[in-house]
């Protein structure tokens, strides 16, 4: 939550929390998860919020598995603190809203479940859609909460259906057809809270701009602003995306979008977010599983970007404009 951790999740149950203070990431600890021979992967990890003023514990960390678990953990010292089951479901995505006060989980029922987080107890429900109600109708890979509003979040998945949901609204109130997610590729940016990038696991139209409203008068709305060109030439070989954020801050120059996934062509990307074009290439040769950025409102050379790779994690921090190269490292 401050920038000085990485937590990984594994598909042996593990979670590996990795130092980032040095001039070398370095691993932390283990925190065994699920125990034994079960098989049971580690489908989600989200650092609850720091939150000026409030006396919740820090560094807590949420963990879920393909099996249905809910874990909570102190991740400085691997303590467990709370532990659930949503039985007959496959958790797929976790997020915290903006306050640290509420945590939101998606899976294969297609339902969302919010949680107290304080209280570790589960509050409202969005119930998956059907012929008659608005919903997620497949699995959901990917929840995102709104940078600044602790009532407002969105979320992506099978079903191509990009959702907007307000706590104090049974239904969405907001939907559009478009984006098919496979992995943690929803997100709002921080600088403009009207946008939302999506990366979807498909051969055309992969990452994708939206502009979205809510209490807006006459209606919310979702609406695509543009199709980002991730391939650079037709001829070349379609990478299927798992992992997309925002970046405000100039680790990359300047304010842009990095995305990434496998398929025949793993790498990652990133794109200038003025002029909506590819700046560079970042990775390639090994699938891309997850991205994220902390961005230090104080400090900009502190601001991080995480890049998750089949067996390998890359880092990357404070890109000097001036001098045009990195300052931290890679």
């Known amino acids: 939550p401050d920038g000085r951790m990485v937590a990984i999740g594994t598909t042996g149950?593990?979670?590996?929390?990795?130092?980032?203070?040095?001039?070398?990431?370095?691993?932390?600890?283990?925190?065994?998860?699920?125990?034994?021979?079960?098989?049971?992967?580690?489908?989600?990890?989200?650092?609850?919020?720091?939150?000026?003023?409030?006396?919740?514990?820090?560094?807590?960390?949420?963990?879920?598995?393909?099996?249905?678990?809910?874990?909570?953990?102190?991740?400085?010292?691997?303590?467990?603190?709370?532990?659930?089951?949503?039985?007959?479901?496959?958790?797929?995505?976790?997020?915290?809203?903006?306050?640290?006060?509420?945590?939101?989980t998606g899976g294969s029922d297609s339902t969302l479940r919010i949680y107290d987080a304080e209280r570790r107890k589960r509050v409202t429900v969005f119930q998956k859609g059907g012929y008659r109600t608005v919903g997620h109708t497949s699995n959901i890979y990917s929840i995102c909460g709104h940078p600044s509003d602790p009532n407002v979040f969105c979320s992506s998945g099978w079903d191509s259906c990009l959702n907007i949901y307000d706590l104090r609204s049974p239904v969405p109130v907001a939907s559009t057809h478009g984006p098919y997610v496979s992995g943690d590729a929803v997100d709002i940016a921080r600088d403009n809270e009207h946008h939302i990038v999506t990366g979807s696991r498909r051969t055309s139209n992969t990452l994708q701009l939206w502009d979205f409203r809510v209490n807006k008068e006459p209606l919310n709305y979702v609406k695509l602003q543009t199709n980002l060109p991730f391939k650079k030439h037709e001829s070349e070989?379609?990478?299927?995306?798992?992992?997309?954020?925002?970046?405000?801050?100039?680790?990359?120059?300047?304010?842009?979008?990095?995305?990434?996934?496998?398929?025949?062509?793993?790498?990652?990307?990133?794109?200038?977010?003025?002029?909506?074009?590819?700046?560079?290439?970042?990775?390639?040769?090994?699938?891309?599983?997850?991205?994220?950025?902390?961005?230090?409102?104080?400090?900009e050379e502190k601001s991080k970007v995480s890049v998750l790779l089949s067996s390998k994690l890359q880092l990357f921090q404070g890109l000097s404009v001036d001098k045009a190269a990195p300052k931290g490292r890679g």
């Open 13 to 104: 149950g593990m979670i590996k929390i990795v130092n980032v203070t040095g001039d070398t990431p370095s691993l932390r600890g283990n925190i065994e998860a699920v125990k034994g021979k079960e098989i049971d992967p580690i489908t989600s990890v989200k650092f609850q919020p720091c939150v000026a003023g409030s006396d919740a514990q820090q560094n807590l960390l949420l963990a879920c598995t393909a099996g249905g678990k809910l874990f909570q953990y102190h991740s400085t010292t691997g303590q467990l603190i709370w532990k659930s089951q949503e039985e007959g479901n496959k958790l797929f995505a976790s997020a915290y809203l903006c306050d640290g006060k509420h945590f939101v």
């Open 237 to 299: 070989a379609p990478c299927l995306l798992y992992g997309a954020r925002f970046v405000t801050h100039g680790i990359f120059g300047k304010p842009c979008i990095i995305a990434g996934g496998g398929g025949e062509n793993p790498l990652a990307r990133t794109f200038d977010r003025e002029l909506l074009k590819n700046t560079g290439t970042l990775i390639a040769g090994a699938p891309v599983y997850s991205i994220d950025v902390h961005h230090d409102p104080n400090d």
